[in-house]
């Protein structure tokens, strides 16, 4: 029987190839037929309260207004999307694409203090801001104390 000397580093070595290998994998199957990555991609989003409004700033770089729907339903507010790759270019002269295509959704659960027929979007600069305003009775209060 043969001794071995334990090296650490075989075993960080194995788990990298194994780990190469899952992803290899996993990008070789997201590919559409076309050979663009036909990965899903989320919009990153901002949401940050105010005294009177909710607002939620989501980044949606290269869509326009016509490509995001806003929906809410029983206290949830969707946000859908899609973008498309441009055809503009035959896809024989890319050297790399980076960017995901494909369509989005996501979904916040909004208080039950928000007044959601007065919801307001605004899509500027490729971030659209929706401001959700408080109902009153959500907004906070300073009670005066007396001296006696």
């Known amino acids: 029987m043969a001794v071995v000397k334990w090296d650490p580093f075989r075993d960080l070595l194995s ?3 194994r780990m190469n290998r899952l992803f290899e994998q996993t990008l070789s199957r ?3 037929e076309e050979g663009i ?3 899903t991609w989320t919009p990153t989003v901002d949401i940050y309260e105010t005294p ?5 700033k989501a980044e949606l770089p290269g869509l326009s207004r016509e490509d995001i729907e806003i929906q809410i339903r029983d206290n949830a507010l969707t946000l859908k999307g899609e973008r498309r790759f441009a055809k503009d270019v035959q896809q024989e002269n890319y050297l790399r694409i980076e960017r995901a295509y494909g369509a ?3 979904s916040f659960t909004l208080p039950a203090t928000i007044q959601q027929d007065k919801i307001r979007a605004v899509f500027r ?3 659209l801001e ?3 305003p408080k109902a009153e009775e959500a907004k906070s209060k300073k009670i005066a104390i007396e001296v006696r």
């Not at 009177?52 to 939620?56: A, F, G, K, P």
């Open 130 to 132: 929706l401001t959700l």
């Open 125 to 127: 600069d490729g971030v």
């Open 15 to 17: 788990i990298q190839d």
């Open 37 to 39: 990555a036909a990965s």
């Open 104 to 106: 989005f959704q996501r």
């Open 30 to 32: 997201s590919r559409s």
């Open 52 to 56: 009177e409004t909710i607002v939620l």
